[in-house]
């Protein structure tokens, strides 16, 4: 960035990954890779903070975003996290090939970025709790949950952690973010049902963040303040389902665009619920997009 150009509207960090699929082809994602895809083309200046290995499936995805985000900052790993996706009659699996190589967990890490929000997005344990530290906390500061709930044992089918599983450093952390995102199926180690899932992570984390689960085509649950936690979370429904398309990444591009813009402190009910809203008509439009 020069110091003329304006600030980045979101930086996320988090590592790209390879995903092996049953028809025997591959491809680059990971939460970097799907949040860029859906800003880039609504005018967003994203940043990215991501580790890769040398393989061509990783390669392409670096090459990618570097066409979409406005700076990627990639270090470079022996081997690229990489999953297989299976479908069963339950539902989709996961099995962990490899795992990738940390991020880091210095204040360098954000060296060149100027920016109004971050957003943590890890899928294999790859952002240490260092790293969450590292963020300056005038940023609006989001992070999706799913990379420190889930077994990350290489050759294992990966399987949701309960919230005692994070480590204190980690929890301690992310009490003091704004956002905090995960999906139903990352907390099913925990409870089954989105309300009581928003209750323990309201035990889990206090009471400053805004605490949203997502389900899948029901759309998603807000816990905006400790007494909407307990009592009545937030129901926010998908504006129109979007049929015979992947959701993978919906709940990153939610979180993503959740966090985008003016972020008051505290935010209160009506606004986050508003920007819920709006975050999952991009959800929406982004499910159109890849349909086409």
């Keep these: 960035m ?3 150009s304006p600030p980045l509207d979101l930086v996320v960090v988090g590592g790209l990954t390879i995903d092996r699929f049953p028809d025997g082809s591959a491809a680059p994602g990971g939460s970097v890779l799907h949040i860029a895809r859906a800003a880039a083309p609504r005018g967003l200046r994203i940043g990215i903070v991501t580790s890769a290995g040398p393989e061509p499936e990783a390669r392409a995805g670096l090459d ?8 990627v900052e990639s270090s470079l790993q022996p081997g690229t996290t990489s999953f297989r996706h299976g479908e069963t009659a339950e539902g989709r699996q996961l099995w962990l090939g490899l795992r990738g190589g940390s991020l880091g967990s210095g204040a360098d890490m954000f060296a060149r970025f100027e920016t109004r929000a ?3 997005a890890p899928l294999a344990g790859e952002v240490p709790a260092e790293a969450l530290a590292a963020s300056d906390v005038a940023w609006v500061r989001g992070a999706i949950l799913q990379g420190w709930l889930r077994t990350i044992d290489e050759g294992e089918e990966v399987r949701p952690l309960p919230l005692a599983a994070l480590s204190r450093a980690v929890v301690k952390a992310l009490r003091g973010f704004d956002l905090l995102v995960a999906s139903r199926e990352d907390l099913l180690a925990e409870r089954a049902e989105p309300p009581q899932q928003l209750r323990s992570m ?29 009592a009545q979370p937030s129901h926010i429904p998908v504006p129109r389902r979007v049929e015979d398309v992947s959701s993978v990444g919906s709940g990153d591009v939610l979180a993503a665009f959740m966090l985008v ?17 709006r975050a999952m008509r991009v959800v929406g439009e982004m499910l159109e997009e890849r349909r086409a």
Excluded at 205 to 220: C, E, K, M, Q, S
């Design 202 to 230: 309201r035990r889990t984390f206090g009471d400053r963040p805004i605490l949203v689960v997502t389900d899948g085509p029901n759309g998603a649950w807000i816990g905006s303040e400790p007494s909407v936690a307990e």
């Design 118 to 120: 971050v957003l943590y």
């Design 261 to 277: 813009g003016e972020w008051p402190r505290p935010p209160d009910p009506g606004f986050v619920r508003r920007r819920a809203s």
């Design 64 to 71: 990618e975003l570097h066409r979409v985000a406005t700076i």
């Design 2 to 4: 020069t110091p003329e």
